[in-house]
């Protein structure tokens, strides 16, 4: 995630769009992408509301920081955990300011050139926290019904949508099940959810699950969060991308051929090997995708070794 303004960083290690420091990083970034490969870049923006100002990932998840912490806030004043602050319940002024900063953010990613923008509305994080109601106790008109929790979320995004050059796809992800049964988002309300930010002009929705809170009792396994996606897919008609312990090309390849999303994605594969995409295709037969120019001679060898390796199982 990307950060729309120094309060919503998860860390004091997160990536940033609110400086024109950062407009020109990112503008290299991307114009190096552009210029050396085919694929396309995409930027997700967020906030991190009550689960912001916490220590790095691998130096306690969650944590908040030993020194320098910053006011939270949140749908509802709940915090994240016993261990966390609790977050201030944001005021119309707030809503207004964090609406005003996802649109400058947009308009950098605009102007560096990124292919794609996606508004990070899961895992718990500030837009998530309207949209849940285990952060969202709100008793005015953001809060209650799916309705009057989607609002803020839909007047972020439609502003977002506003800003964003109309031929550029925008994307929403979403915590499709709060794996708390009855009491939060359910797959079935998520379809809503889905059908709502697809009204107001996402063209795809990026279907991810839980982070929510720490009552969560997900059911982990293979491609677990991909019926999810399926049933956004095929209940509402929407483009989705699935997620979630996908890691194998059979995996990838079966999603996409069985119609359960449209695009896959994979996180932990490619922290792993950076060119997992590139070694997957090699070791299915795929001839055709684009290498570096620089990189040619390895992906012949690897070819090469990849067709042989074929042969010897036919054999
Ligand atoms: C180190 C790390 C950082 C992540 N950062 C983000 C993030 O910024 N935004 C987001 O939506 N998901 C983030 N995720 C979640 C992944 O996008 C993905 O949903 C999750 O890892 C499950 O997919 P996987 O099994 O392919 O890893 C992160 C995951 C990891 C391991």
Redesign the pocket.
């Given at each position: 995630?990307t950060c729309v303004s120094p309060e919503g960083r998860i860390t004091p290690g997160c990536p940033g769009l609110y400086d024109p420091a950062h407009e020109a990083a990112w503008r290299r970034i991307v114009d190096f992408v552009h210029a050396e490969t085919r694929a396309k870049i995409c930027c997700?923006i967020g906030h991190s509301g009550r689960k912001g100002s916490t220590r790095l990932?691998w130096e306690g998840m969650d944590a908040p920081l030993e020194e320098g912490n910053w006011e939270v806030m949140s749908a509802s004043a709940i915090a994240w955990s016993e261990a966390n602050a609790v977050p201030r319940e944001m005021s119309r002024a707030d809503m207004d300011q964090v609406r005003s900063e996802f649109v400058a953010s947009v308009e950098m990613a605009a102007r560096a050139g990124f292919d794609m923008i996606e508004l990070?509305a899961?895992?718990g994080y500030l837009i998530s926290s309207f949209i849940s109601p285990v952060s969202n106790l709100r008793q005015d008109a953001y809060g209650g019904s799916l309705e009057n929790r989607m609002r803020f979320p839909l007047e972020v995004f439609a502003a977002m949508r506003a800003a964003w050059p109309e031929d550029r796809p925008m994307a929403v992800?979403i915590s499709a099940n709060d794996w708390v049964g009855e009491d939060g988002v359910t797959p079935e309300e998520a379809v809503e959810i889905a059908r709502a930010f697809s009204m107001a002009g996402a063209d795809i929705i990026d279907v991810?699950a839980g982070q929510t809170t720490p009552e969560a009792r997900p059911v982990y396994g293979r491609m677990f969060q991909t019926p999810f996606s399926d049933r956004i897919r095929n209940e509402a008609g929407i483009a989705t991308m699935a997620?979630?312990?996908?890691?194998e090309a059979d995996h990838a390849n079966s999603i996409l051929m069985a119609g359960r999303a449209d695009l896959v994605?994979?996180?932990?594969?490619h922290?792993a090997d950076p060119y997992w995409t590139l070694h997957a295709g090699a070791a299915i037969g795929d001839r055709h995708a684009a290498w570096p120019l620089p990189y040619l001679a390895g992906r012949d060898q690897l070819w090469r070794l990849a067709d042989r390796e074929a042969e010897a199982v036919r054999v």
């Open positions: 995630m997700q990932g990070h899961a895992h992800r991810s997620v979630g312990n996908i890691y994605c994979l996180a932990r594969p922290l």
